[in-house]
Antibody
């Protein structure tokens, strides 16, 4: 059974940092590209970042470039998202997803609320 | 970044209807397009990849077509469990992008 479980969400003040994690099982993590996708309340999907299977390449949406960093640990089967300089418009459910180009497996997501 | 538009933004249909949703890319993306279904409170589920390939386990009433800039998701014989929001996503170029979504409601 494929499982992706995000953690680390919560309420954070504008300008502060937060680190999200995604624990995975049930598939060969080290062979999959991984993504973070977010969804603001009542809004559509927004792709945030991607990392190749070996961590050699990372890509970001323009809206988070320079503020967010994606990373992975293939020994622990985990994916992280370091979010710095958070803004109100970063408020969303953040989900990790597995797949190189399209997203085959998804987690349920963790809510990040940026508010003072 | 490549922009995706979807039409219509919402539609109302009846069980058994044939439904078509279109996705248009701001530049050519060959066949680098996927379609997802999302129900409230649930993560998206991939239906179609490479514009027309059916994901394993997805009912054959779902089909995808198109290439270049214009794509279509067709549901042939809408079922009660198909009422949801549908998104297209391009993976031709980074940054990847999603369309704004099409909500399919019960008429």
């Amino acid at each position: 059974q494929v499982l992706l479980v995000e953690s680390g969400g919560g309420v954070v003040q504008p300008g502060r940092s937060r680190r999200l994690s995604c624990s995975t099982s049930g598939f060969t993590f080290r062979t999959y590209g991984m993504h973070w996708v977010r969804q603001a309340p009542g809004k559509g999907l927004e792709w945030v970042a991607a990392i190749w299977f070996d961590g050699s390449n990372k890509y970001y949406a323009d809206s988070v470039k320079g503020r967010f960093t994606i990373s992975r640990d293939n020994d622990k089967n985990t994916l992280d998202l370091q979010m710095n300089s958070l803004r109100a418009d970063d408020t969303a459910v953040y989900s990790c997803a597995a797949g190189y180009n399209w997203m085959e497996y998804w987690g349920q997501g963790t809510l990040v609320t940026v508010s003072s | 970044a490549i922009q995706l538009t979807q039409s219509p933004s919402s539609l109302a249909a009846s069980v058994g209807d044939r439904v078509a949703i279109t996705c248009r890319a701001s530049q050519g993306i060959t066949s680098a397009l996927a379609w997802y279904q999302q129900k409230p409170g649930k993560p998206p589920k991939v239906l179609i990849y490479d514009a027309s390939s059916l994901e394993s386990g997805v009912p054959s009433r779902f089909s995808g077509s198109g290439s270049g800039t214009d794509f279509t998701l067709t549901i042939s014989g809408l079922q009660p469990e198909d009422f949801a929001t549908y998104y297209c996503q391009q993976f031709s170029n980074y940054p990847f992008t999603f369309g704004p979504g099409t909500k399919v409601d019960i008429k």
